[in-house]
């Protein structure tokens, strides 16, 4: 990986080398085929237990008050895993047989008690609000995504909470695809956006949390 330039703040330097890392990782699944050597370790082990925190960060954030009824009641189904549809084609049987081997290994670790979202959690979750927000702002000549169009302004800023929700857990899903072993189709629109959130976070990064020592 790259030398980064230190902010100066451990937190901020950990999550500007753990965006650039996957978006490293994701590099080479898109050159080569298949991740580098540690690759679906690191995703594992390193981005997907932040992006758990992201979640947990948007569930200690999410008040009544941020929502409307309609968005709420959503949530809350969502959140009791009742809109999870069954799969229709080859490929999400594949994909979903995947995903329930993983969960099986990931319902054997030991569990975690419930507890508030701490300062670092929240500060996840405004890490990932501001990247969505960036993102569709990215320079064309920034942008590293290899298929279809050079810019990621087509790709929607959240609107509300769900739209947040459903963003965050796009990025978890996307990622457990990919580290069991799922290669994407560079035109997949879900992949897209995964690459394009590191692509933003990495570029956003390099901009801002590197200029504050």
């Known amino acids: ?43 594992a082990g390193a981005t997907l237990p932040h992006l758990e925190h992201v979640e947990a960060g948007f569930r200690g954030w999410l008040r009544a ?23 229709r084609s080859p490929a999400e049987r594949r994909a ?6 993983l969960e ?9 008690p ?8 929240l500060l996840g979750l405004a890490h990932t609000r501001l990247v969505l927000a960036f993102m ?4 064309e000549d920034e942008v ?10 087509d790709i929607a800023v959240p609107r509300g909470p769900a739209e947040l929700m459903d963003r965050i857990e796009e990025l978890e899903r996307e990622l457990w695809r990919v580290a069991s072993g799922r290669r994407p189709r560079p035109l997949d629109p879900g992949f897209r ?17 590197g200029r504050l020592s």
Do not use: C
Not at 69 to 82: M, P
Not at 96 to 101: D, G, I, L, P, S
């Open 144 to 153: 590293r995504y290899p298929a279809g169009r050079r810019t990621y302004a």
């Open 1 to 43: 990986m790259a030398d980064l330039e230190q902010s100066g703040y451990g937190e901020f330097d950990r999550l500007l080398a753990l965006v650039r890392r996957t978006r490293e990782v994701l590099d080479v699944l898109i050159g080569q085929g298949e991740l580098p050597a540690g690759g679906a370790d690191y995703l």
């Open 114 to 121: 419930l507890r508030r979202a701490d300062a670092w959690t």
């Open 136 to 139: 569709p702002r990215l320079p």
């Open 104 to 112: 099986s290994a990931i319902s054997r670790r030991p569990q975690v």
């Open 96 to 101: 979903a047989a995947a995903e329930a081997a």
């Open 65 to 87: 008050s941020e929502a409307d009824l309609a968005e709420l009641q959503y949530l809350v189904l969502q959140a009791a895993e009742l809109r999870i549809a069954p799969p």
């Open 193 to 209: 956006r995964t690459y394009g959130f590191f692509d933003a976070a990495d570029r956003l990064g390099g901009r801002t949390f």
